[in-house]
Nanobody, 128 residues
Framework: VQLVESGGGLVQPGGSLNLSCAATGKTNVLNCMGWFRQAPGKEREGVAV????????EYADSVKGRFIISRDSSKMTWSLQMNNLKPEDTAMYYC???????????????????????WGQGTQVTVS
């Protein structure tokens, strides 16, 4: 499985950005997709996750009401619409996908999943 991200960049506080991720390869085994981020000097943290079949979602408290995760199961793509961005949202953002998960535990710890962890290459988001 390969994950390719697009989007990201520099935006002023209050602005918006959209991140996209496309999965290729053996994608039929993937059932949970999401976005994680890592700021300098901090651990990687979950931002938003979604299930492929039912579209259930979970969000980090810090982004609830501002970010929206969505997916196109037929194309195996998913996106993160980020609105009202704040300087504290500045980080490297990674898309991820796994075979199985429970959304809340996976959001809290990317190690809480079934099967191998698939990561995108990362895309920088800077809010300044």
């Amino acid at each position: 499985v390969q994950l390719v991200e697009s989007g990201g960049g520099l935006v002023q506080p209050g602005g918006s950005l959209n991140l996209s991720c496309a999965a290729t390869g053996k994608t039929n085994v993937l059932n949970c997709m999401g976005w994680f981020r890592q700021a300098p000097g901090k651990e990687r943290e979950g931002v938003a996750v979604i299930t492929r079949i039912h579209g259930g979602t979970e969000y980090a408290d810090s982004v609830k009401g501002r970010f929206i995760i969505s997916r196109d199961s037929s194309k195996m793509t998913w996106s993160l619409q980020m609105n009202n961005l704040k300087p504290e949202d500045t980080a490297m953002y990674y898309c991820a996908a796994v075979t199985g998960c429970s959304l809340t535990p996976w959001l809290r710890d990317p190690g809480n999943k079934s099967g191998p962890m698939n990561w995108g290459q990362g895309t920088q988001v800077t809010v300044s």
